[in-house]
């Protein structure tokens, strides 16, 4: 079960690389300049990875618990 805690760990790390993608994308996006309309438009696409990078990282988190519980 050893693997199953590294393979959750390394999906915990690519989640939160890609929360911290979605924190430089929103303030890029508020500090562009744009109408406002062009910002929400980009702040709902931010929004969506924003939530797709932290299932991955509470899937990963999952993954590591299960994986020490089973050790």
Known sequence: ???LV???AALSVIGLCGLLYCIVLAARARTSGAPH???Q??????VALNLAAL???GLGL???IVG????
Do not use: C
């Open 68 to 71: 020490v519980l089973l050790s």
């Open 6 to 8: 590294w393979i959750g």
């Open 37 to 39: 309309a062009e910002i």
């Open 62 to 64: 999952g993954m590591v």
């Open 1 to 3: 079960m050893e693997i």
């Open 41 to 46: 438009q980009r702040m709902q696409k931010v």
């Open 55 to 57: 299932s991955l990282s």
